[in-house]
């Protein structure tokens, strides 16, 4: 089985529609493949009904990637199955979407301010009906020959935390957001925790609260942590009790990774789809959920 857990789609950050996205995880050979919008539940109807239409055993897992911040640093957790009506995570969501706006717009007008010659309109453009974010500024700037790849636009000169264009947004408390996702019926797992290159990562001991609030795993295979990250956190998972997972975190033309570059254990999925109360796997016609 091929289980790619984390991927978005053009309602939050990536270049293929919910649609799109379901059809290229068909063509990927998939078995199982989790949409994880940004602070959205916005394209599972899409997906769900692409799906549908579809003779296929590929399964779809419901999700969101959830924005958190714990003294000062930046982190996302990933919610699998959770209750998208629920409504205490579904006010939290809301205030972080109604928050990505004014947050965008400051960040373009400190990079005019800096010289480079972006609009707001440009990166409308860019992010269409999707809950604009960086990655549809830096897209921007590579558009403007300012960077040449959507990477480079996070660096401390630019995008990335703490960066001489950030602007910091409403984020949830992380031991706040996996209390809710728990409420919610919902699994949480740490999203690509090591990434260095992204700016500051929490130390171990916020790990180590996490897993003791809830947490149900951190995210270990993704394109963000080389040999040593992964090795170490495999450690960590193993001496906290934490599931692990691998996920291309696939995002279309906007970034390299392919879907289903990395994947997740079969007895991982499966003990994941065991603790959600709050959905189901949503089985393709030719399948069915959790196979």
Do not use: N
């Amino acid at each position: 089985m091929r289980i790619d857990l984390h991927t978005h789609s053009t309602a939050s950050d990536g270049t293929d529609t919910p649609a799109e996205l379901v059809h290229g995880a068909v063509a990927a050979g998939l078995d199982v493949v989790a949409l994880t919008d940004h602070d959205t539940v916005a394209g599972h109807a899409e997906a769900i009904e692409a799906l549908a239409a579809l003779d296929t055993h590929l399964t779809l897992v419901t999700g969101a990637e959830l924005s958190c911040r714990v003294d000062g640093v930046s982190l996302h957790l990933l919610a699998y199955l959770f209750d998208p009506v629920e409504p205490e995570l579904a006010r939290e969501r809301e205030l972080v979407r109604d928050d990505r706006l004014p947050r965008a717009r400051a960040m373009v007008a400190t990079l005019q301010e800096l010289g480079v010659p972006i609009t707001w309109d440009r990166v409308a453009r860019i992010a269409g009906t999707g809950s604009v974010g960086r990655p549809h500024i830096a897209s921007a700037m590579v558009e403007l020959g300012v960077v040449p790849t959507v990477s480079d636009a996070f660096t401390a000169d630019w995008l990335a935390d703490g960066g001489r264009a950030y602007a910091q947004k409403h984020e949830l408390d992380p031991f706040e957001a996996v209390r809710l996702v728990k409420a919610a019926g919902g699994v949480s797992v740490f999203a690509h925790p090591l990434a260095v290159k992204r700016g500051q990562v929490v130390p171990q001991a916020v790990i180590a609260g996490l897993a003791e609030a809830g947490l149900d795993g951190i995210e270990v295979d993704h394109m963000d942590h080389d040999g040593p990250s992964r090795d170490r956190l495999r450690g960590i998972a193993a001496e906290l009790g934490l599931l692990t997972t691998g996920s291309s975190d696939y995002h279309g033309s906007r970034k390299t990774c392919r879907l289903g570059e990395y994947t997740t254990d079969p007895e991982i999925y499966g003990e994941i789809t065991r603790r959600a109360t709050g959905a189901f796997p949503v089985p393709g016609a030719g399948g069915r959920a959790g196979a």
